[in-house]
DNA sequence: CGTAACAAATGAAACGATTCAAAGACGAGT
DNA sequence: ACTCGTCTTTGAATCGTTTCATTTGTTACG
């Protein structure tokens, strides 16, 4: 009563065979009405609850889906992990979130966990090159799917929205509003992020006199936001960006921060602001953020439809969902300069 | 080599024992320097990664700490759930965050799958009433903290932060400020949320001529913030409370946003507004938000810590750890009506 | 009455790691 | 040469399930 009982204890006290009792929790219609009320009882009485361990080491799997993520405090991420889980609860599976924190170490730590832990598949938005990784992992018969982050439809799958299209719509439209001297603000060593500035850079090669400057940050929250744009601050109003993108929301509200606790600088007026993610907190910015919105539940539940795709044919066909960003114009983007 | 070696092919390749290449693994020390060698060089060869089921089915506990939050969206939470996690990596052990998302059942769930799994421990800011569940698995070995919620110290350990508290902070505030009909917002069948009323009814008591209404939102969200400020919007102006107190900071956000869309009602001047939690996008909010502060670092530590307090005593000493909350001021509470 | 057909229940084997008592190897001391 | 002690290695037993070939029990039919 007092440790767990076992399916041993279960089967002794009803007087059955232990196969009987599986029989009971697993084919239920194999046993007779009167024995599978005796087991049930016997189970109820003892307490009894399946130890996953003995079961998952019988069926040489898990009913797991391990997913990474660039930042959990991230309501992008939050909302496409909860997509992912709900879709994957209907699927009578689990999912395990890890934060890499945006540390190719963290990552690769998870990425071992949830090979121990022999996980149904992979969802993975990675920080470092994790190819050759996921080529081990599908070998061993675990199929990953890359999120966020388009992949070479002949190694994996992937569900991703067009950064670079995000990207271009965000320079695009400061480029629109009259801006010329664009500032980006990201960590471009994330594809992510690299795929987004260039999409910026083609929109600034394409508007005469246009230029933009790469201000590398601190990570992608914001707490490094509020860093670049105390930077912002202490240059001299002519050295100063017309407008600055971000390659997320979090570091847009950082640099907002900055920018509107001096008040010297004016936002949309002085330096025009433009977000990526679109998240719950940008409308009711201090100046109502404008951004690219990214459909997150499409993703976390396309994620898990193309992991069972890749389940089904035994990781030999990969397909790539690819969704297009939309732009959100709010007041932090209005007017033109001076 | 494409599917998964276990122990027993990397001892028949490096022609040892088992056992051997289990020490390797658990005991280097007392394995020779050539056998390890020739072990760890077959481990490198055959891709040989540990079955971590078979592992703790000998093991019979498992590394893995089960974390059950109100909602991973809310920043507070996703606050809470790194440093937990942090903490129990420091220990070598992993956290598995599930979502409730205030609904009973499916915490029920959750703590059905993390017993199945069997936990080293369980942390849980419950929605329902589970002492009697917790009674049951403390019964079983896997000790409980309750987080955020204060707990009978001799039935279980418990981090938290003094929510009424807080709730008297808030409100006091309001009526420092001079005004005197308040409201209340959130979802009183929280333990903490009706903890933070009743502190700040204790506030209004105490305070001449002043009055509280409580409005009970659906959920603690932004969009069910959002709601609750279009019904305030919708009323005569006489109507209208002349301060809110939100019992989260994601609420506060939300009616915030509703207030402010119809430009009739100005924060603070016609009504103030405060939240709970201090997230981070509080202070960037359209008016800066005032809010009540919880160390969220330090109660994802703490709770690691009194867990392993739990497991070291067998389950049998508690303690409650109890922390201040802290008023943040800021510009959604300034002046005073009229 | 014999037996075929079907349903229900049985229990040993397997999954992959860890543990531990026992065996083996080797050198030092007598 | 023999014994003792230390260090290494061995391999069977174990954890709690699920699976599946067998056995047992029951009913139907010729």
Redesign the pocket.
């Known amino acids: 009563m007092s440790q ?8 002794t006290h009803a ?9 009971v ?3 239920p ?8 009320e005796r087991v049930l009882k016997s189970i109820a009485e003892l307490g ?4 996953d ?3 998952q ?4 799997q898990s009913r797991t889906i391990g997913l990474i993520v660039l930042d959990v405090g991230n309501p992008f991420f939050s909302s496409v992990a909860r997509a992912a889980e709900d879709a994957a609860t209907a699927l009578g599976s689990v999912v395990l979130v890890g934060d890499s924190g945006q540390d190719a170490s963290r990552e690769a730590h998870y990425m071992d966990l949830f090979q121990e832990q022999r996980v149904q598949g992979l969802l993975i938005s990675p920080v470092g090159d994790v190819a050759d990784r996921i080529d081990t992992l599908r070998e061993r018969g675990v199929p990953t799917v890359l999120v966020d982050q388009l992949a070479d439809t002949d190694r994996c799958s992937s569900v991703s929205v067009d950064d670079q299209e995000g990207g271009y719509l965000a320079a695009r439209h400061l480029l629109d509003t009259g801006r010329r001297r664009l500032a980006f603000v990201g960590t471009p060593s994330i594809r992510q992020v690299a795929n987004r500035l260039s999409g910026a850079q083609r929109a600034v090669a394409e508007a005469a006199g246009a230029t933009i400057e790469v201000l590398d940050s601190a990570g992608q929250t914001v707490l490094a936001g509020r860093q670049v744009g105390n930077d912002l601050v202490e240059r001299a109003p002519g050295e100063r960006p017309e407008a600055v993108f971000c390659s997320n929301d979090l570091l847009a509200l950082g640099v907002m921060q900055s920018l509107t606790m001096l008040r010297t600088v004016k936002i949309p007026e002085d330096i025009a602001l433009i977000g990526y993610d679109d998240i719950d907190f940008a409308v009711s910015a201090v100046v109502p953020l404008s951004s690219i919105r990214q459909p997150t539940e499409a993703l976390g539940r396309t994620a898990i439809e193309l992991l069972a795709e890749e389940q089904e044919s035994g990781g030999t066909k990969h397909r790539a969902v690819v969704f297009t960003p939309e732009l959100v114009v709010r007041q932090s983007t209005a007017g033109s300069p001076n």
């Not at 007087?15 to 029989?23: E, K, L, M, R, Y």
């Not at 009894?48 to 130890?51: A, M, S, T």
């Open positions: 767990t009982a076992s399916i041993k204890d279960v089967a007087q059955v065979a232990v196969g009987t009792v599986s029989n929790l697993n084919y219609d194999r046993v007779s009405q009167r024995t599978k009894f609850v399946r130890n361990a003995a079961r080491l019988r069926a040489g």
